[in-house]
């Protein structure tokens, strides 16, 4: 009898004292899956929005480039941001952590999604986006990204699908969607079957179909900086069949892209809206890679200055960076300034629970400077558009 109840006692307990064993294993309480929008006082009238979003970036990718940049010093775009909080990431997957595709979902339409959503809500409902807002308002609106335009990100912000691996269908609502600015690569979703690096299965032909419908189609870099841009309404420029290359091998950076976007949005007299997502941080903190993530962080923050530079002389466009994720866990480890070496650790090959950096410059940026739902900061950025309850209500497309 007595060894019966000493294993009893031993199995009741086994829970505990594993726990205790993980060290890093700590309780956590019931979170909320949503958190009201937060109402901004004194708002300003904002002209344009520019969201800036660093695919995986954390904090310690921005501080290793800083490092690689200025050694101990500081003075990146991102340092020049007045505003500075952070963006608590988690998705309604149960394990806290975000995809890109629930991520994004969150800050191009205002609340919080399961992970594969793109602009649907966990019933699979449509979400209308912030771009689709702007549009609503008379505004302009673009995309300038370095992955394939048809990736989690950027789709989330033109397209509604239950899965984000279904890119025939995310091409052929993005080819529909109100852009007047796509700029990046992925052009083998746009080309019909039959042509050579298509990677449809059908027939269709977007990028025909975009040119039809009176845009400017080109996937050639010489090409695209021919153009006279002062004569340029809409423009589809995707560069490569798939992804861009990674930044020390891209033929055309994330600031270039920008510039052009900039000079056809800005002529809206209604102003516009544009996503610039640095797509290739996320896949550097998935390779462990250091060098490969402090290129693209300073490629990010080249175009961030292209970007402050365009929004301090305008005055009126609220600029954001943030990040749908931190990837990999990194943590930098120590230096050697003689060697000009940096040394990093990573935690995994996946994204983590990390908070991210969310930086704000302009009319309202004081709202930003604090913690938030991922999912707010699209409702707040709208509030200077005179918009009070964007809240990722669901409509019938
Ligand atoms: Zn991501």
């Given at each position: 009898m007595r060894r019966k109840l000493f294993i009893l006692f031993c199995l009741l307990t086994l829970p505990a004292w594993l726990a205790a064993d993980e060290n890093d294993t700590a309780a956590i309480r019931q979170f909320a899956e949503v958190a009201d929008a937060t109402a901004i006082e004194n708002v300003q009238p904002v002209k344009n929005i520019i969201l800036m979003i660093g695919d995986g970036m954390g904090f310690e990718a921005v501080t290793a480039a800083r490092i690689a940049a200025l050694g101990r010093g500081i003075g990146l775009a991102f340092d020049r941001m007045p505003v500075i909080g952070q963006s608590v990431t988690y998705s309604?997957?149960?394990?806290l952590i975000t995809d890109s595709a629930a991520g994004a979902t969150a800050l191009a339409s205002g609340l919080k999604t399961l992970?594969?959503?793109?602009?649907?809500?966990?019933?699979g409902r449509k979400t209308k986006t912030i771009l689709e807002l702007a549009k609503e308002l008379g505004k302009s609106a673009g995309i300038v990204v370095t992955?394939?335009?048809?990736?989690a990100t950027p789709a989330c912000f033109a397209s509604h699908v239950k899965?984000?691996?279904n890119y025939w269908e995310i091409a052929r609502q993005m080819s529909q969607a109100p852009l007047d600015v796509l700029l990046g690569g992925g052009y083998g979703y746009f080309l019909?079957?039959?042509?050579?690096?298509?990677?449809?299965?059908?027939?269709?032909d977007l990028l025909g179909e975009m040119q039809k419908r009176g845009a400017v189609v080109t996937t050639k870099i010489p090409e695209f900086r021919g153009l006279d841009l002062s004569r340029v309404d809409k423009l589809v420029g995707l560069f490569a069949p798939s992804h861009l290359p990674p930044a020390g091998k891209r033929e055309i950076s994330l600031p270039e892209m920008t510039q052009a976007a900039l000079k056809i949005l800005s002529?809206?007299?209604k102003g516009f809206f544009l996503m610039i997502e640095g797509s290739q941080i996320d896949w550097a903190g998935h390779a462990n890679n250091l060098q490969y993530s402090v290129e693209e962080t300073l490629d990010f923050d080249q175009c961030l200055q292209t970007v402050l530079d365009f929004a301090g002389k305008d005055g009126k466009t609220l600029v954001i960076v943030t990040a749908d994720h931190e990837t990999g866990g990194l943590s930098l480890n120590s230096a050697d300034e003689g060697k000009k070496t940096l040394t990093a650790g990573w935690t995994q090959g996946d994204h983590t629970a990390n908070v991210v950096p969310l930086l704000a410059f302009g009319?309202?940026?004081?709202?930003?400077?604090r913690v938030v739902q991922n999912h707010q900061i699209p409702q707040l950025a709208v509030q200077g558009w005179?918009?009070?309850?964007?809240?990722?209500f669901a409509f019938e497309k």
């Open positions: 309604l997957n149960d394990d992970n594969g959503r793109i602009g649907e809500d966990r019933e992955c394939e335009a048809t990736h899965e984000r691996n019909a079957g039959s042509r050579k690096e298509s990677f449809r299965d059908d027939e269709l002529r809206n007299p009319p309202n940026a004081a709202a930003f400077g005179g918009v009070k309850n964007f809240t990722g």
